[in-house]
């Protein structure tokens, strides 16, 4: 079993919907990240949490320490935000990543 | 990319050659790694430095050797390229306390 668990797999959704992607973990960690990545695009950091919640704009991610769980929201989404998102979490030296979630908005 | 650079961008090579990919930062993070990105299994770790000369093995380092003789270059080679290694290569690079920074990968086709 993955350390880090993402869901869903592949999202699509409507331009202006309310998008939810999830990530569970199994490992103590010392904060997790989200990135997002464009096709054949490099990865960008999104946010690294390690408890509460950040917004930045239009994305919101939030972290559940005790339930090892963590989701990031897009409001208002739109085409642009079409993309694969990673959810990783750091360890003592090292980072694992989850499987991603690819989004697709229509316009 | 916060001053993470990786060279070559694209690289061909043929089975059995060696093939040397660099990573350069500018930002003095301690930690680097190298991941590979194929279809199907994400990114996953070959391996990472967490100093100078100070490196570790990850989940998939069969096949690759990295050095870190330098803070800023981490060098990541495979000895004698094969066919399974074609994949996308990314390097990563923190402080351990502060997000990470990645580099903007190369593409490593090897026929």
């Known amino acids: 079993k993955n350390e880090v668990e993402q869901s869903p797999q592949n999202l699509t959704a409507q331009e202006g919907e309310f998008i939810t992607i999830n990530c569970s973990y199994s490992v103590g960690i010392s904060a997790l990240h989200w990135l997002q990545q464009h096709p054949g695009g490099g990865i960008v950091s999104l946010f690294m949490?390690?408890?509460g919640k950040k917004k930045h704009g239009r994305l919101i991610a939030t972290i559940n320490i005790q339930e090892k769980h963590s989701s990031l929201h897009i409001t208002a989404s739109h085409p642009r935000d079409s993309a694969v998102y990673i959810c990783?979490?750091?360890?003592?030296?090292?980072?694992?990543f989850g499987a991603g979630t690819r989004l697709t908005v229509k316009p | 990319d916060a001053g993470i650079t990786q060279s070559p961008r694209h690289k061909v090579t043929e089975t059995g050659t060696p093939v040397t990919l660099r990573c350069h930062q500018t930002?003095?993070?301690?930690?680097m790694y190298w991941y590979r990105q194929d279809p199907g299994h994400g990114l996953r770790l070959i391996h990472y430095?967490?100093?100078?000369?100070?490196?570790d093995k990850g989940e998939v380092s069969d096949g690759y050797s990295v050095s870190r003789s330098k803070t800023e270059d981490f060098l990541l080679t495979l000895e004698s390229a094969t066919s399974s290694q074609t994949s996308v290569y990314f390097c990563?690079?923190?402080?351990?306390?502060?997000?990470?920074?990645f580099g903007q990968g190369t593409r490593l086709t090897v026929v």
């Open positions: 990783a979490v750091s360890l003592a030296e090292d980072m694992r």
């Open positions: 930002e003095n993070h301690r930690y």
């Open positions: 949490l390690s408890s």
């Open positions: 430095s967490y100093g100078v000369k100070d490196t």
């Open positions: 990563a690079a923190t402080t351990g306390i502060t997000e990470a920074f």
